[in-house]
């Protein structure tokens, strides 16, 4: 019976970390999947997501059961810190998911229910992206969103792309820090686009994961609200896998941003359906430790403090790779301006391979770099391979 099964590829993302790790050549470098580094290698845990678990650990009451919406005032704090003022007072449906993929898992599902036939995916994107929404039933339509030669956002095909959408299809669009290019939308692009998007009758899924790795806190959720000031209904799925470095706690949320109260209760128990089909319950441990931090000043403001520490250590690093590969790819001082953990290089797959194989530097096929990944110590030397080619 299992011989019916075709054998599936490993995820070529996923199994950059096994390469990688038993490559056991000294100086190698991976610039693959995309979690942060600090200067000495190691993907810290927040001080205060420690100080959380040691309070959890103290004062947890119970193991129950939490129910297929997951834990509530996690649902509301981040509900609060992602859309600010533009959230307050909207009729939402919330559920907690198994990280940010779960929360697009469950978008997908909730609008293949809805009959939403077709989403638009700004390319490239994260592969995962249409990987979700075909399982679910979705059709993928590709627009284009930005050119690897020149590094540009290709704002003007973007909006006469979707110009075309049907009312009623989906739009996938990035918050900020995009993955796989690091380039993001104007304050301008995000309105045209916000007015687009409502005048057409498309329903936005905005994903949010890299929220503080970018400009700032607010900075990288603006365009997202001014989205949702514009629109009557949005879905937003948010990952707690980044910001609160958490990935594997696999905590994050979707929320269905509705026209009325009644809507949203609907939406809720279509979503809470879904999840308890699926996997039944979100996992706790994660969204129990960013409730607590976001429900206590003095957590938040350290929370804050380190993930600022984290984005400027990004952001000197971009500006290095800048300098140093721009004497040769005069375009790559967009890296500089570019946001988040992700910049794509202009590189043929060969180029990669040969990278790889020569230098012991590692990054998809794609060319994408996760520039987060990378210590100081490291650029010159970083720089010097890919000057090599
Ligand atoms: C990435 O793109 O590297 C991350 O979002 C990790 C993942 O799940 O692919």
Redesign the pocket.
Known sequence: MFDALARQPDDP??ALIGLFRTDARAGKVDL???VYRDETGATPIFRAVKAAERRLVETQPTKAYVGPEGNPVFLDHLWTLTTGEAGKGRATAALQTPGG?GALRLAADLMALMGTRRIWLGLPS?P?HAAIFKVAGLEVVGYPFFDVPSQTVLFDRMMEALSGASAGDAVLLHASCH??TGANLTDDQWRAVSDLIAARGLLPLVDI?YQGYGRGLEEDAAGLRTLLSAVPEALVAVSC?KSFGLYRERTGAIYAACGNAETALSVRSNLASLARTNYSMPPDHGAAVVATILGDAALKADWMAELETMRQRITSIRERLAAGLSARWQVLTAIRAQEGMFSLLPLEEADVMKLRAEHALYMPASGRI?IAGLKSAEVDAVIEKFLSL
């Open positions: 993302l996923l693959g999947v995309g993929s994260w995962n993955n796989p994961a896998s996760n």
